[in-house]
């Protein structure tokens, strides 16, 4: 096998989300000239459009430029134990810091895809892209993968380190270097709100994902709408107040379009007298409750995340069509039977939800309505819908204070929330370029990737072209069975009956952890072999329970804050060499997550048990 075989192998297996990257990107080997220096050591030459050949390596002693550059970072590294190594090159520079830095955590971030794609071709990588010490690297500049580089950052390292750069990349990247910074502390603030909302509704998301249990057995999926509204447009309504300029053409609109509701949109389109082909609904807190107070709300075809508020599922008396997000390890776990259900990418937006399943659903057009994300002329939502109190709307505008580019050319106002869901639905959209966007929006703010086209005009065109069937929806559901047959349904439900023995057998593994953690203290004085056995002895049973499917199932989402805290401290366990503070660390923050993983098992036996019953009552 050649270098890019064994480097690739390494790569699947650790960070799989770069080889999908590599497979998107058309690699280009004319951009780098590689060549082998008389000292054994490779280097390449990048010719820039308007400028001289740049080099990696300046001159052939590369060892010594090696061994100046990383002198010069002594001071800049010793007070971090985390390092953001910004340009991989071909490798000599990040295993120069592992080499010198045994004991600090390096996260890699090479922008350039085809220098990347060089040194997998030409120098052998594995034993760094292995490395224990190496905790995440990201390849490209997209923001997925951006995310893969700096969330293990602001969970290992609370979102601090040390950036040190590789001197070429200051030469041919020194624009994108710049401004890298402001994506970095973007990343780092969406992180932060994404743990303050995994913390807010952690409990309330696992308790809808348990009860929805018998929900998903008794619904369809969108796996089986796949491809069928392929010559069909979807519109995708919103809640903004641009909504009221547009609704009533969105009734024309409704005989050549699948309307589709995201969320509380479905009150004002009731309320104008349009039922939506169907209405999209993630929301897992009470507010979501109130969406369905709405007369007729509970007859239209609703599609659902499991982490939706159960409570609005239970009231809907209509077809229902579940989808699975990735960060539902739970429903996942217990329901994916095969490889054909499509997993939803999740960005915090029930539009973004939406725009994937249209897209899946095979519409190649896709027109927006009342999304706006921003306050325009200081309103939160359309007339007509009143899931959320005044109150809380007038504080949500009260606290805008950035200002966003309008469709319009100036500006409204909005919260960094809602600049950050239109950041993320941005991102949506560049997923699918295939796919033709097209915002109707007169108020709201600019959406990039999107061609803005006034609903008139929409109208006009579609009357044109697209021949009028306003039970297009209702057609495709005829005979469609369950999603699970009674085999698959009798697996599901005996893989959730062994959730009980789980719990319990997880529940003996912490119990016997906290009995050796009392010894450790007495042992590092008394007999300092044995105390260093019985933390290894501690530290395979905290593996095996860790490393378990049960625990990143059933766990880790509810203890996000706890499990933070313990990875953040996690390097200072493990780089103490002194038995007695070793032993000290063990039980100061290994205990605490062990005590606070047996404080939520009745928790999570009280959910078993309604799930369960709740199953037995569908039958």
Not at 250 to 276: F, N
Not at 365 to 375: C, K, L, T, V
Not at 482 to 503: F, G, H, L, M, S
Request: aromatic share 10%.
């Amino acid at each position: 096998m050649n270098y890019l075989e064994l480097n690739l192998m390494k790569i699947n297996k650790k960070y799989p989300h770069i080889c999908m990257e590599l497979q998107k990107h058309n690699y280009d080997p004319e951009v780098y000239h590689f060549s082998r220096m008389e000292s054994g050591l490779g280097n390449v030459e990048y010719t820039l459009p308007s400028s001289s050949p740049q080099l990696l390596f300046e001159n052939n002693d590369a060892q010594l430029e090696l061994a100046l550059w990383v002198q010069s970072l002594s001071d800049a590294l010793s007070n971090h134990d985390h390092i953001l190594l910004y340009g991989l090159g071909l490798g000599y520079h990040l295993r120069l810091l592992l080499d010198m830095y045994p004991n600090k955590w390096i996260y890699v971030y090479e922008p350039d895809m085809d220098l990347f794609i060089t040194a997998l071709i030409n120098e052998d990588l594995r034993d760094i892209l292995d490395h224990p010490n190496v905790k995440s690297m990201a390849v490209g500049i997209s923001m997925g993968q951006r995310r893969q580089l700096i969330f293990p950052i602001c969970q290992l390292a609370q979102g601090t380190c040390s950036v040190v750069r590789l001197p070429f990349h200051y030469k041919t990247r020194m624009g994108e270097i710049q401004g890298f910074q402001q994506v970095f502390d973007e990343i780092v603030t969406e992180y932060k709100i994404n743990q303050n909302t995994l913390i807010r509704f952690k409990d309330i998301w696992m308790i809808n994902r348990f009860n929805h249990f018998v929900t998903n057995l008794s619904s369809l999926s969108l796996f089986q709408l796949k491809g069928m509204f392929q010559n069909t447009p979807a519109l995708i309504v919103g809640s903004g107040p641009s909504l009221e300029l547009d609704i009533n053409w969105i009734r024309e609109l409704k005989d050549y379009c699948l309307i589709i509701a995201a969320g509380s949109s479905v009150q004002a389109l009731l309320q104008h007298g349009i039922t939506p082909h169907l209405v999209v609904v993630i929301d897992g807190g009470p507010v979501v409750e109130n969406i369905f107070l709405v007369p007729g709300s509970e007859k239209v075809p609703l599609l659902y995340t499991p982490s939706a508020n159960y409570k609005a599922t239970d009231r809907v008396n209509a077809v229902m069509f579940h989808a699975y997000d990735d960060t539902d390890p739970v429903t996942r776990y217990f329901f994916e039977t095969d490889k054909e259900e499509p997993i939803l990418r999740s960005l915090a937006s029930v539009s973004g939800t939406a725009v994937q399943a249209a897209v899946y659903m095979g519409c190649s057009d896709i027109i927006f309505a009342g999304q706006d994300f921003s306050f325009p002329s200081d309103k939160h939502y359309s007339n007509g819908v009143a899931h959320v109190h005044e109150v809380h709307q007038s504080r949500a505008i009260s606290q805008a204070n950035i200002w966003v580019e309008n469709v319009s050319g100036s500006s409204n106002r909005t919260t960094l929330p809602y600049k950050i869901l239109l950041n993320k639905m941005e991102e949506v959209l560049s997923w699918f370029p295939e796919v033709n966007f097209i915002n109707t929006s007169k108020l709201g703010a600019k959406i990039e990737g999107t061609n803005w086209v006034p609903i008139e005009e929409i109208i006009d065109r579609l009357k044109n072209t697209n021949d009028p069937d306003p039970d297009r929806f209702e057609k495709a559901l005829v005979n469609k069975p369950r999603r699970y047959n009674p085999t698959q349904i009798e697996d599901i439900v005996n893989k959730i009956k062994r959730i009980a023995v789980e719990i319990e057998r997880i529940s003996e593994k912490t119990r016997k952890i906290l009995r050796l953690l009392r010894k450790l203290e007495e042992l590092s004085r008394t007999n300092p072999r044995k105390c260093e056995n019985t933390m290894v002895v501690v530290e395979e049973i905290w593996s095996s329970i860790v490393d378990g499917e049960i625990f990143k199932t059933l766990y880790e989402p509810l203890l996000p804050e706890e499990l933070q805290f313990f990875d953040n401290h996690l390097s200072r366990i493990i780089s103490e060499e002194n038995i007695h503070d070793k032993s000290k660390y063990f039980v100061m923050y290994l205990g605490k997550i062990v005590r606070e993983i047996i404080g939520i098992q009745p928790k999570l036996e009280d959910l078993y048990r309604i799930s369960i019953e709740r199953i037995k009552r569908s039958n």
